[in-house]
């Protein structure tokens, strides 16, 4: 088994840091191969954009997926872009580490998907969630969260943290991927959140050890149900008999 732990936090110190070093160790403990991926030490540029590309199918407007497909069939994709696309592929897990910010994904963990996520190479109209590119491949998400389980829940305050994931979920499906239901750490803070250091740092093992547990059972955990292709209508609609796993996709909008 192939894996790949790829980290979108800034601080080698922090709680995220350990997570993603910890994950690697148990996998390798498993038997696994394993490539570790630190985005900001790679100082990985997020932003899509023109003057990532030497050769342009229009040098004058930048049409993003069709210069991504034109530089994938040419082999001339940004360095950056081609060793993660190259790494991507060679895994069969995925384990995306990161913090919540601001009720998503770091903007450095976002824009990796944006630059990595090529057009014509990780998906197009007939490559994608049951014929993904990436399918039989796994995918977790490892995600911490300042707030705590109630504050993240379906009836709390911060909104359901689970249901907050959903982009980046589909996203995951719409490539291909099998994605496991997410590991989500809560109540993680640094030195702001007030509390006794001993509080904190045995709230932290405690969360550790979940993960770590997590980690161990990883080919037992539960994946995230969607719908599958035959679930929709010519008009891309969903059928009156199919399941409907999400208020994101549903037969009657409840509001
Ligand atoms: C820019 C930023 C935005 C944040 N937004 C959220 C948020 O939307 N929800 C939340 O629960 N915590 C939020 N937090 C808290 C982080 O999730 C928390 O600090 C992190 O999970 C702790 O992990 P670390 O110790 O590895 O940094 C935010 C923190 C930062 C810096």
């Known amino acids: ?24 160790r148990l996998l390798r403990e498993r038997g696994h191969e394993v490539r570790g991926t630190d985005l900001y030490a790679l100082d990985f540029d997020p932003r899509e954009r023109g003057s990532h590309y030497h050769y ?8 993003v997926q069709d210069e991504q497909r034109f530089n994938h069939d040419g082999g001339s994709l940004p360095a950056d872009v081609a060793r993660q696309l190259d790494d991507l592929l060679w895994a069969d897990l995925l384990v995306l580490q990161f913090p919540l910010w601001w009720f998503g994904v770091p903007a450095i ?24 590119v990436c ?15 109630e504050d993240c829940s379906p009836t709390g305050r911060e909104g359901d943290t689970r249901l907050i994931l959903w982009p980046i979920l589909y996203s995951l499906h719409y490539v291909g991927f099998d994605v496991l239901e997410p590991v989500i750490l809560y109540g993680i803070h640094g030195a702001h959140g007030g ?12 969360q550790l050890s979940r993960f770590e547990q997590a980690m161990t059972t990883i080919d037992r955990l539960p994946t995230v149900p969607f719908n599958r292709d035959e679930d929709w209508d010519e008009r891309g609609q969903l059928k009156p008999e199919a399941p409907s796993y999400s208020p994101f996709i549903r037969h009657a909008p409840p509001f």
Request: hydrophobic fraction near 35%; charged fraction near 30%.
């Open 195 to 206: 509390e006794d250091p001993r509080e904190r740092d045995a709230h932290l093992a405690v």
């Open 1 to 24: 088994m192939k894996s790949l732990v790829i980290s979108a936090h800034p601080e080698p110190k922090s709680f995220n840091a350990r997570l993603s070093s910890t994950a690697q």
């Open 135 to 149: 399918r039989g491949k796994r995918v977790l998400l490892s995600v911490t969260a300042g707030s705590s389980a």
């Open 56 to 63: 342009r199918r229009d040098p004058d407007r930048f049409f």
């Open 109 to 132: 963990l976002k824009g990796w998907m944006d630059r990595v996520f090529v057009y014509g190479g990780m998906y197009s109209s007939r490559r994608r969630f049951d014929n993904g």
